[in-house]
């Protein structure tokens, strides 16, 4: 390798030295874009009834602060509430849970009853790993910037994108060479598209998932429904691990009430996941992400590992915008285009 060459690495040693060292920061960016282009499906249905954009980005951002001040003002204090219960709850119910399987040990041999864990095995494993993901998700906000300042540059980060996407576009544009801006401009609308339909499908199903929750635990006379339906509603977002995740309260809270109330919150959770993975994603998105779920966990332990919180709340639309970029930039335009040059 010659000297040119010899400089060239190193300035891409450097570069993504400085990247890594910028990950949580390019990682609120990304963010940003999600919330802006959540925003601007609502900016682009005001549109359509002939509204300018400037105008329709404030009806949105209005809107929006409306229905954050109502659920803050009416929703939020019996809320506060039932979570409170909550917490309380949900580790008696654990505790429960436990006793029953240290019960069931009594009718196993030495052999079989060892590979029941305890609650503290179980404690002692998945606390570490807990805290290793909250607290490389929340070093940035409290640890850079703090928690009100990191808030506040996410909210300007959207408003500025909202307000006018088309010089951060230009931007990113001329970072590439002139004879293929026009390709990257393809797939940033590529990748608006996809984002808009995941954005669209995933509200769409969280709602969908809230309210059948609500209900079924109604039904169930399961306490402390609301606040249970609206943590269900919330792991939607994440692919997976949320859904797991979200049985947990409710199924500890049924077993004070009775064995057989856990296990049909177990088989109801089942059922509406299943309508929500076959039925429900299909229908709105139209076409699926095309990410096969083992990609989808991996790409969500990876991101955990790296981001902690945040990059396993981001794990989809990250992975998403990956997938586009490998095959449109790799695949498409240069593996498929590689050629081999003749011999002399």
Do not use: H
């Amino acid at each position: 390798m010659n000297f040119g060459g010899w400089i060239g690495l190193m300035a891409l040693v450097t570069a993504l030295g400085i990247i890594w060292q910028m990950r949580q920061l390019l990682l609120l960016t990304f963010m940003a874009i999600v919330l802006a282009n959540a925003l601007n499906m609502q900016v682009k249905w005001w549109q359509s009834w002939g509204i300018k954009r400037g105008y329709a980005v404030l009806l949105s951002v209005s809107l929006l602060f409306v229905a954050l001040v109502s659920f803050f003002w009416l929703i939020l204090p019996p809320l506060i509430n039932q979570f409170q219960q909550l917490v309380t709850l949900v580790p008696q119910g654990i505790e429960v849970l436990l006793e029953s399987l240290n019960a069931i040990k009594y009718f196993l041999s030495d052999d079989q009853s060892k590979f029941l864990p305890s609650f503290d095995e179980l404690t002692q494993q998945l606390q570490p790993i807990v805290n290793e993901i909250l607290g490389k998700g929340l070093s940035f906000f409290y640890g850079t910037l703090g928690a009100l300042l990191s808030l506040l540059l996410l909210l300007a980060l959207t408003l500025m994108l909202l307000a006018d996407p088309r010089p951060y576009r230009q931007g990113i544009l001329r970072l590439f060479p002139y004879f293929y801006r026009r390709r990257i401009d393809e797939i940033l609308r590529i990748c608006d598209l996809s984002l808009r339909r995941w954005l669209r499908g995933i509200f769409f199903n969280m709602l969908i998932i809230t309210l059948l929750s609500f209900i079924g635990l109604l039904i169930l006379r399961i306490p402390l429904a609301l606040s249970q339906a609206l943590i269900t509603g919330i792991l939607t977002f994440i692919p997976n691990l949320g859904p797991s995740l979200s049985v947990i309260p409710p199924m500890a809270i049924a077993f004070l009430e009775s064995p057989w109330k856990a296990l049909a919150v177990l088989i109801f959770y089942v059922i509406i996941q299943q309508l929500e993975g076959y039925v429900l994603t299909p229908l709105v998105m139209g076409e699926k992400t095309g990410l096969v779920p083992g990609i989808t966990l991996l790409a969500q332990v990876l991101f955990a590992s790296f981001f902690g919180f945040l990059g396993l709340f981001l794990a989809l639309p990250l992975t998403i915008i990956g997938k586009i970029m490998v095959q449109e930039i790799l695949i498409k335009d240069l593996l498929n285009n590689w050629a081999i040059a003749p011999k002399q």
